[in-house]
């Protein structure tokens, strides 16, 4: 009997072994293909292919997370192995380094060794860091029972269940009459802090792996030949002005709806495209050339980065620009694709955590004091001391939270993300959020699906 059971066991394992093989053959024959079944050689380039595969790949396990609960195994297992097999990849794009060798007669001699990537060896292992950090934080919400959600077809629960922003088929979390206890109250704030702290870095990574994107010539043409054109005259004079500020500036804009938002965008991008192309210019009499002095261009160019930054991260769920959906359709560099791919989705989910986070900690805030809903009850001095004081929590940088040591990079290819110019610089602006900016909209790439799919998918 004993023997009986033991070649079960063995049968299944092979047979599992066996579905893992044809899952793998399946989707890397369809890499290779480029998406092209009929084998005609009419497919995407082996990039956008792979872009395509992690972005698809996320939607199908993460859906749109409609609760804060964990992951079920089965999912987090398929997503492990399968963002590991379109990750591996990356271990074998390589660049040449030098590398001193000793010879057998003593003599010392410098060689070309092969050596992953730099960019990949710097962010792949971040990448991967702060997708475990994601799942770690819903993996901590295993057998809580201080909220729960309110079922759509419970009708004594309709009031609480109505909410008051458009996300209306998003499940409405419910807690006690008396609030979350302290310690979770405090768990959870601290979760989203750390979600917040992943969100900033995958959102640093991902903007500076399409700035190193280069733009197409596709887009390029369809420019109009000055920023005036780009932006309209309303706009060209708040950023040419002057004095410029930020917070005016947004006050004077239509921020009502997502596509005016992403229209603005557009706008934007597509002008400091254009100062750029003209700022290097060479030749005067360019179609590109115009009577506006280089430092004046220079900085109308600054002022546009800023308010891309403030966009960026007062809506940081808004769909793709025409510009990022151009470099990511026309890029032929697979390393490129899959950082970009791969932050993005992190990115995205890191932002869904943290609304569903934000849901539940509001539940509590209309528990704790029923005629102002609106205003959420903030942490008590006691609660903050106690989430402060292990290591001085409000100061944590995102290092602190991963767990980073300088020990797990090579020496000459470490590159300290907490030092990291892009990261600072990001960091440093989008502090300057304009207050006058309110919106009760929040929007993620997964809750709408539309927003997440590849770039082909979505055209």
């Given at each position: 009997m004993a023997g009986f059971k033991s070649r079960l066991a063995n049968d299944s394992t092979v047979t599992s072994s066996r579905s893992d093989m044809e899952l793998m053959k399946e989707k890397f024959s369809k890499l290779l293909l480029g998406e092209d079944m009929s084998g005609g050689g009419k497919g995407v380039s082996s990039a956008l292919a792979l872009s395509n595969a992690i972005t698809n790949l996320a939607a199908s396990v993460f859906g749109e997370m409609k609760r804060l609960e964990p992951m079920p195994a089965e999912r987090k297992a398929?997503?492990?192995?399968?963002?590991?097999?379109l990750l591996s990849v990356t271990d074998h794009i390589v660049e040449f380094v030098p590398c001193r060798q000793v010879s057998k007669a003593g003599t010392n001699m410098e060689v070309m060794v092969t050596k992953q990537r730099s960019d990949l060896q710097m962010n792949i292992p971040a990448l991967r860091k702060l997708d475990a950090m994601l799942i770690d934080c819903l993996d901590g919400l295993n057998d809580q029972s201080e909220f729960s959600y309110v079922s759509k077809d419970d009708e004594s629960q309709e009031e609480t269940n109505s909410r008051k922003d458009d996300k209306w088929w998003i499940p409405t979390p419910k807690v006690h009459p008396s609030g979350l206890s302290d310690p979770m109250r405090i768990w959870l704030q601290f979760q989203k802090d750390s979600v917040i702290q992943v969100h900033k870095a995958s959102m640093a990574i991902?903007?500076?792996?399409?700035?190193?994107?280069?733009?197409?010539?596709?887009?390029?043409?369809?420019?109009?030949?000055?920023?005036?054109?780009?932006?309209?005259?309303?706009?060209?004079?708040?950023?040419?002005?002057?004095?410029?500020d930020p917070d005016y500036f947004f006050t004077t804009m239509d921020m009502s709806s997502e596509h005016k938002i992403l229209d603005l965008k557009d706008r934007i991008e597509a002008s400091v495209v254009i100062w750029k192309r003209k700022m290097n210019a060479k030749d005067g009499k360019s179609s590109w050339g115009s009577t506006i002095s280089f430092e004046k261009r220079e900085m109308f160019e600054e002022r546009a980065e800023v308010i891309l930054l403030i966009l960026k991260q007062r809506f940081p769920g808004i769909p793709q620009s025409k510009l990022d959906i151009s470099k990511i359709q026309y890029n032929k560099d697979v390393g490129q694709a899959i950082l970009e791919s791969y932050s993005r989705i992190i990115e995205s989910r890191a932002f869904t955590i943290m609304s569903r986070i934000e849901d539940v900690l509001q539940a509590d805030a209309i528990a704790q004091n029923p005629s102002n809903g609106e205003v959420k009850r903030p942490l008590s001095d006691k609660e903050v001391g106690k989430l402060n004081s292990a290591e001085n929590g409000a100061s944590l940088t995102l290092l602190d939270f991963i767990g980073w040591t300088p020990d797990q990079e090579d020496n000459n290819t470490k590159k300290d993300l907490k030092e990291d110019p892009t990261y600072k610089d990001i960091n440093a602006k989008i502090k300057c959020n304009p207050s006058s900016i309110v919106t009760n909209k929040r929007f993620s790439y997964l809750e709408n699906l539309g927003m997440c799919r590849s770039p082909t998918a979505r055209h």
């Amino acid at each position: 009997m004993a023997g009986f059971k033991s070649r079960l066991a063995n049968d299944s394992t092979v047979t599992s072994s066996r579905s893992d093989m044809e899952l793998m053959k399946e989707k890397f024959s369809k890499l290779l293909l480029g998406e092209d079944m009929s084998g005609g050689g009419k497919g995407v380039s082996s990039a956008l292919a792979l872009s395509n595969a992690i972005t698809n790949l996320a939607a199908s396990v993460f859906g749109e997370m409609k609760r804060l609960e964990p992951m079920p195994a089965e999912r987090k297992a398929k997503w492990r192995k399968e963002i590991g097999w379109l990750l591996s990849v990356t271990d074998h794009i390589v660049e040449f380094v030098p590398c001193r060798q000793v010879s057998k007669a003593g003599t010392n001699m410098e060689v070309m060794v092969t050596k992953q990537r730099s960019d990949l060896q710097m962010n792949i292992p971040a990448l991967r860091k702060l997708d475990a950090m994601l799942i770690d934080c819903l993996d901590g919400l295993n057998d809580q029972s201080e909220f729960s959600y309110v079922s759509k077809d419970d009708e004594s629960q309709e009031e609480t269940n109505s909410r008051k922003d458009d996300k209306w088929w998003i499940p409405t979390p419910k807690v006690h009459p008396s609030g979350l206890s302290d310690p979770m109250r405090i768990w959870l704030q601290f979760q989203k802090d750390s979600v917040i702290q992943v969100h900033k870095a995958s959102m640093a990574i991902n903007a500076q792996v399409l700035s190193e994107m280069e733009i197409p010539e596709s887009y390029i043409e369809s420019l109009p030949k000055n920023g005036r054109a780009s932006l309209g005259d309303s706009i060209y004079k708040s950023i040419t002005d002057e004095y410029f500020d930020p917070d005016y500036f947004f006050t004077t804009m239509d921020m009502s709806s997502e596509h005016k938002i992403l229209d603005l965008k557009d706008r934007i991008e597509a002008s400091v495209v254009i100062w750029k192309r003209k700022m290097n210019a060479k030749d005067g009499k360019s179609s590109w050339g115009s009577t506006i002095s280089f430092e004046k261009r220079e900085m109308f160019e600054e002022r546009a980065e800023v308010i891309l930054l403030i966009l960026k991260q007062r809506f940081p769920g808004i769909p793709q620009s025409k510009l990022d959906i151009s470099k990511i359709q026309y890029n032929k560099d697979v390393g490129q694709a899959i950082l970009e791919s791969y932050s993005r989705i992190i990115e995205s989910r890191a932002f869904t955590i943290m609304s569903r986070i934000e849901d539940v900690l509001q539940a509590d805030a209309i528990a704790q004091n029923p005629s102002n809903g609106e205003v959420k009850r903030p942490l008590s001095d006691k609660e903050v001391g106690k989430l402060n004081s292990a290591e001085n929590g409000a100061s944590l940088t995102l290092l602190d939270f991963i767990g980073w040591t300088p020990d797990q990079e090579d020496n000459n290819t470490k590159k300290d993300l907490k030092e990291d110019p892009t990261y600072k610089d990001i960091n440093a602006k989008i502090k300057c959020n304009p207050s006058s900016i309110v919106t009760n909209k929040r929007f993620s790439y997964l809750e709408n699906l539309g927003m997440c799919r590849s770039p082909t998918a979505r055209h």
